[in-house]
Each structure stands twice: as C-alpha cells, then as structure tokens.
C-alpha cells in the first residue's frame, strides 16, 4: 500500500463491517496503524527521493506519483506534482514545455475577450456576475491577510469570471471562489519564498503573474470538469453526496447518526457549505495544501471518496455532538474548534477515511441514492 494507495479489494465484506462496529477506541488504533502504512510525511528523505525518480523520467507514470502524492507532496515539488495530477501538464517532458505555453496564451487570449472589456459589451446577466465576484473575492480566506491585497482579489477576479464565461452550465456559483486559492498559493510559490504572510504579489512582473493566473485556470477547470453537477443549478451533485455521507455516518456511527436526526438537524444544512468549498472553509488554511495533495491524488474518484473523509472530519467530534440540542450543534458545526490543528489531525481525519473506504468500498448498498 505503497503512499496511502487505497485498496480497492474487499474480499471479506462482513468481517470488515463487524470490525466497524468495534469500539471508538479501536477505531482510533486501526486508523493509527493505517497511517503508519501509509508512509512516512511528505519531507521524508525517502519518499523526496521516489517524487524525484518519479518526475526525472522523460515519461512520468501519473498513477504512480499518485500512490506517492495521496500521503502528501514536498512543498517544492507541488506546482509540478498538482499540474500532472490534473492532467494539464502532459507526462512526456518532451511535450510539457510546449503545451504550457500554448495553455497560457490561450487564457491571456480569453481574458482580452471576456473581461478586458467595457461593460457596454456585456450582457446583464455577465454584469451581475462579474458584480457578484466582485463582492465574493475579498470575503475569500478573510483571515489570511494576503488574500486582502488588492492586486490578489483582482487576479481572483479575474480566473473566475473568465472561467464562468467559459463554462455557461454552471456559471459563477458561490464557493468556487475559494476553491481557486489553493492553487493561487501553490502556483506562487514558484515565484516567492519564505511565509505567505510575507508575500507581495506587487513584486512579480504581470507575465508572471499572468502565468500563474492561468495555471489557476487550467487547474480549476480540470477539478471541476470531474464534478460539473456540483455547480450547475440546484447543485444535484452535492445534494448526492450530502445523501450518501448521511447514509455513511449511519453505518459508522449510528449514536451519532440518531442523535442528529432526533435534534431535527439536516445534513445539508452543515455538510453542503463542507462540499461546496471541499473543507477550505472549515480548516486552517496552512493544511489546506495537504489536504489538497490528497484530493488531486484521487483523481475521478474524487467526489466518492470525500463522502469518507467528510465523514471522517464530522466524527472527529462524535462524543460532543452527542450532547449537543439543536441550536448548540448548529452553532458547534458552523464554528468547528479547528483553529489549532496541525498535521496531525488532518493525517488522522484522512487515515480514518482510507480505513473505512477500504471496509465499505465493495459493499455500498448503504450508499445507495
């Protein structure tokens, strides 16, 4: 299970569910002991070298730097890593130079056509959006004071209204607006060093700048390519998977799973904000990064799997949520006490999700829609 590869052979459904019913204490060892398979964090020497064997080759085998990225990436490897995850870079070294190049250009060109223009040129309905954006980009990450800089808000202003133009289906939807900064701070980090609290976007030259803007682009197309009913109206495909973590968290924790549904509290009304921002709200935003390394390993399966670690993350708290009424819990879930995590915490929220996955994944009547 070389870097936290899920396993995806079950053969023995029942034992595994007779397993979950364990004690929490148990739960908590076995998470423990897959964390320890899972490999050793992301700046070991070790597992640095297998990310430096596995990008030097002229043709890189992207479902092995997923085994190794799904346990965490180097921070200075991670634009390369997260840009062959998404599959925008191309795995022959030959071709990628190239591709890049023409990727980039290509975003400065839509940016000339769809936002470098006067309003006079935009219909109301791109007015609106391009007003809502407006109003979204300095709410986005408001703790993190880099985010505040008014050259940042504009370049996020401008990934996002190019991307809603280019894809109509959904538009600009309220959430993606955080879920470009993960790849702002990545993509940056080419360019700046040190802490993003001593970051100045005004040091970069506009090509730079426009360079990373469009890996943003690129990147957050390709994510959102592979849940695009996530953001179309009525957002049918979160809906889906707020359904099926409900059905989970039954299954795992069924206390838990009944206090909630006694107090009169709906997943959606906590978990759809989870799966609309992927957590970023939610979680400190130093661990948003590894978190990521996580959901890009995924790839396709992404959507499925966040169902787990999602429900991995809520019962984190399952003692606490059992003695909580209605509006405590509201309160509990909208204010999670998660300003003082570190590593390992998100190792052991994601340690349990690769645990229970491995248990549920050839036995999913219970996830049924």
Not at 193 to 206: A, P, Q
Not at 261 to 283: H, P, S, T, V, Y
Request: charge should be negative; charged fraction near 20%.
């Amino acid at each position: 299970m070389e870097g936290g590869v899920r396993n995806t052979n079950n053969s023995d459904s029942n034992a595994t569910v007779n397993k979950l019913r364990s004690s929490a204490s148990n739960i908590e060892t076995s998470a423990r002991e897959v964390k320890s398979v899972m490999g050793a964090r992301s700046t070991d020497s070790a597992r640095v070298l297998k990310f430096t064997k596995e990008l030097s080759g002229q043709m890189i085998v992207v479902e092995r730097l997923r085994e190794l990225a799904w346990s965490g990436v180097p921070p200075y490897m991670r634009p390369d890593v997260w840009r062959l995850l998404l599959g925008y870079a191309p795995p022959n070294s030959d071709r990628r130079e190239g591709v890049l190049r023409r990727k980039r250009l290509e975003y400065l060109d839509c940016v000339a056509q769809f936002y470098d223009i006067p309003d006079t040129e935009r219909s109301d309905d791109e007015i609106n959006m391009l007003r809502q954006i407006a109003v979204d980009c300095p709410r986005t990450v408001p703790d993190v004071a880099f985010f505040q800089q008014a050259q940042v808000q504009k370049s996020l202003e401008r990934i996002l209204y190019t991307w809603a133009i280019r894809h109509p289906a959904s538009g600009y939807v309220q959430g993606i607006n955080d879920l470009v900064t993960p790849f702002l701070v990545v993509f940056l980090s080419e360019y700046l060093d040190g802490s993003i609290d001593s970051w100045s976007i005004s040091e970069l030259s506009s090509a730079n700048i426009s360079n990373i803007e469009a890996d943003c682009y690129w990147c957050l197309s390709q994510l959102l390519d592979g849940m695009q009913d996530h953001y179309t109206f009525a957002q049918p495909g979160i809906q889906r998977l707020v359904f099926k973590l409900k059905e989970l968290v039954r299954r795992i924790d069924e206390p838990v799973s009944r206090h909630v549904e006694d107090q009169g509290l709906e997943f959606l009304q906590f978990a759809f904000r989870w799966f609309n921002c992927l957590l970023i709200r939610e979680i400190p935003f130093h661990l948003v990064t590894r978190l990521w390394d996580t959901y890009l390993a995924e790839g396709d399966a992404l959507p499925d799997f966040l169902v787990y670690i999602f429900a991995s993350f809520l019962l984190t708290w399952s003692e606490t949520l059992q003695k909580l009424d209605f509006q405590e819990l509201v309160m509990f879930l909208q204010h999670l006490p998660t300003h003082n995590w570190t590593y390992q915490e998100l190792e052991m929220v994601l340690s349990r999700a690769y645990m229970w996955h491995s248990m549920f994944n050839n036995s999913p009547s219970h996830l049924a829609s």
